[in-house]
């Protein structure tokens, strides 16, 4: 079947670590995306890439980081200098010269 | 003021109830999307427009180019059905695929 992971579905944290979220997709998509999403907001952009080793800062990257070395993932590192961690995480992909962006099950962090 | 608004925020209605969700936005678009999220969170995608209607099932969307406005219908409307639908543009500015955002609408169907 083809898709996108998103693991682990929870994920707890104590203040001031990192944490890393993990986003497979085995759609060939050449465009990855990662969204936080806050209770009554619409999704925010953090970073996306177009194309492997290569990524671009979203709307609020500031505390975040990511890779992309390989097509099939998208890890995102949420670093202690984000100051709200706590939020929904979705990673999408997206295949190139189309719209339709095709969405992970999401992490929701929670940092104790 | 945000550039994709959504209304109602909320909307509770009775099973068989015929469900109107409106989305307006200020900016020049290439398409609109409406997607819905269930409790669990995952997000699929329902439609992509750039002109007129679309229809799947008992769902209907539509949209105004002129007026920059979009609405999703729901037809006979069902308790699983209860979702969150979230309107996201592309604006004819970007080149790079990023989607604009509303906030969503969060549907209660009652049996």
């Known amino acids: 079947d083809g898709g996108i992971t998103q693991s682990p579905k929870y994920l707890f944290r104590k203040e001031g670590q990192n944490v890393t979220l993990s986003c497979e997709q085995n759609?060939?998509?050449?465009?990855m995306y990662w969204y936080r999403q806050d209770p009554g907001q619409g999704l925010r952009l953090i970073y996306y890439?177009?194309?492997?080793?290569?990524?671009q800062k979203g709307d609020i990257a500031e505390g975040y980081s990511v890779s992309r070395e390989k097509k099939e993932s998208f890890p995102l590192t949420v670093t202690s200098a984000q100051k709200n961690p706590t939020a929904f995480y979705l990673c999408?992909?997206?295949?190139?010269?189309?719209?339709?962006?095709?969405f992970g099950p999401g992490t929701r962090l929670t940092v104790l | 003021k945000n550039e994709v608004e959504q209304s109602p925020q909320n909307l509770t209605a009775q099973e068989g109830e015929f469900i109107t969700i409106n989305c307006s936005y200020s900016?020049?678009?290439?398409?609109l999307h409406w997607l819905q999220q269930h409790p669990g969170g995952g997000i699929v995608s329902l439609f992509m427009?750039?002109?007129?209607?679309k229809k799947h099932g008992r769902l209907i969307a539509t949209i105004n180019i002129q007026e920059k406005h979009s609405s999703l219908h729901i037809t006979a409307s069902h308790p699983r059905d209860s979702a969150v639908y979230i309107c996201?543009?592309?604006?004819?500015?970007?080149?790079?695929?990023?989607?604009?955002w509303g906030a969503g609408t969060k549907l209660i169907i009652k049996p």
């Open positions: 996201a543009v592309r604006s004819v500015l970007d080149s790079n695929y990023q989607l604009i």
């Open positions: 900016v020049g678009i290439s398409a």
């Open positions: 999408a992909s997206r295949v190139s010269s189309y719209n339709e962006q095709f």
């Open positions: 427009l750039s002109s007129g209607k």
């Open positions: 890439s177009q194309i492997v080793n290569d990524f």
């Open positions: 759609l060939n998509h050449d465009a």
